[in-house]
């Protein structure tokens, strides 16, 4: 009886192969979200923000815009370490959570406002450089009109957000985003190949701006926080075939990365007025209010430069370098001149000066939007645009205007 009392039970064989179907497939679901996560995360950090740095490139400056790059990039990854930080030493594993109870109520409700707000702004950029884009692919079409009302802006964007944005972003589970992401992420290397080569091709024709290699210009607070802001797409002609296709690349791109915006804007919602669990009905309301709200901007404004200026220095700067060093400066016993507790002392006033001086400066400098405009060197009398060829380009004396243009 004893060593029946210690012997190993063996399962039947019919409960054996079920178990171990079961592991397998709790392991490969495993996996499955574990690359979803991965494609999301990329897609989100890199998405279509990849494009728009040649933008801050040239607000900073492009040798101060590197350095600015590989600093905001640093930062970045220390704010995250701080959070983890400040997480373990007050008990908590969400942002809100650990503002919440490192400075109340106050704190959670503002960084919550900040957590929706930076977001939802993005989803209405998103859909204003989805309509603009593919409204110039669409007039690209042999026999399309370009008057015509269907290949506008206004029509895209609302047949983008009926037909794939909203039913996207109606998923519940963000791992169910990971195949959008994925093609988002190959739409994004073929953007990368098309930029490479019409730098490539271009680059010995047009000729340098005289402030090109200028190591800092005063722009440079603006282009912290808006990183991730500008379209590298309006410098091409309209008539490039290539580009043509980078551009519908491009909108593609934003379309796919758009439902992840929402998703982190309806959880700060969830959170603070549900308690972080949302009904099905819920679900669906918040989720199209959210969404009809967004459309209803982006239709009435075509740019939004200066919206993004502001949503950089009012909600990133706060996100990223001030809330993160308070937590951790209010929380941690550590010695002063401890490494963290030193960087974070320079985190904070850096950050309040990015967001006052990102915000004068958006104010007092907006930057002019084109909103489309074919560049000078595009129209007939300068370029004619043709696949490769030997005569892709038809140069004009008026070269020498390109030293004195402005490269958004």
Known sequence: MGYQGQQRIVPPQGDLD??????????????????????????????SGIIGLPYSMKQAGFPLGILLLFWVSYITDFSLVLLIKGGALSGTDTYQSLVNKTFGFTGY???????????????????IIAGDTLSKVFQRIPGVDPENLFIGRHFIIVLSTVGCTLPLSLHRDIAKLGKISFISTVLTTLILGIVITRVVSLGPHISKTEDAWVFAKPNAIQAVGVMSFGDLFENYCRSDDLVTFGRFCYGVTVILTYPIECLVTREVIANVFFGGNLSSVFHIVITMVIITVATLVSLLIDCLGIVLELNGALCAA?????????????????PRTHLDKIMSCVLLPVGAVVMVFGFVMAITNPQDCTHGQEMFYCLSNNFSLTNASDSYFQLTTQYSLLNTSTFQ
């Open 109 to 127: 409700l503002l960084l919550s406002i900040l957590q929706f707000l930076y977001p939802f702004i993005a989803m209405i950029s998103y859909n």
């Open 318 to 334: 706060p996100l990223i370098f001030i809330i993160p060093s308070a937590c951790y400066l209010k929380l941690s016993e550590e």
């Open 18 to 47: 079920d178990r171990e179907t079961l592991v397998s497939e709790h392991e490969n679901k495993g996996k499955s979200c574990q690359s979803a996560a991965v494609f999301n995360v990329v897609n989100s950090i890199i998405g």
